[in-house]
């Protein structure tokens, strides 16, 4: 399994950035997918999934109606598009797939900073 998470930047409350995820290294279409975040000085939580087929499952009630996963299975890759930013969504931002490996794994992550 290999999974690159990009995308994150520094960005002002308000503003919109698009995560991705490009996944390797197994059959990306029959598994869901979903996305972390890390906050600094919390626990890792579980954000968005999606499933093989491109139901949205809402974990975060925090990023109902501002966050939008999606899937594009030709590319290997999940997205996480991200509008109307806050400060509390900054966090390291990781994807994963479900039901996870058979070992701990995590990719490198994407660092999403929202501040003024």
């Known amino acids: 399994v290999q999974l690159v998470e990009s995308g994150g930047a520094l960005v002002q409350p308000g503003g919109s950035l698009r995560l991705s995820c490009a996944a390797s290294g197994f059959t990306f279409t029959n598994y869901d997918m979903r996305w972390y975040r890390h906050p600094p000085g919390k626990e890792r939580e579980l954000v968005q999934g999606?499933?093989?087929?491109?139901?949205?499952?809402n974990f975060a009630d925090s990023v109902k109606g501002r966050f939008t996963i999606s899937r594009d299975n030709a590319k290997n890759t999940v997205y996480l598009q991200m509008n109307n930013l806050k400060p509390e969504d900054t966090a390291v931002y990781y994807c994963?797939?479900?039901?996870?490996?058979?070992?701990?794994?995590w990719g490198q992550g994407t660092q999403v900073t929202v501040s003024s």
């Open positions: 999606i499933t093989s087929t491109g139901s949205v499952i």
């Open positions: 994963n797939r479900f039901p996870p490996p058979p070992y701990e794994y």
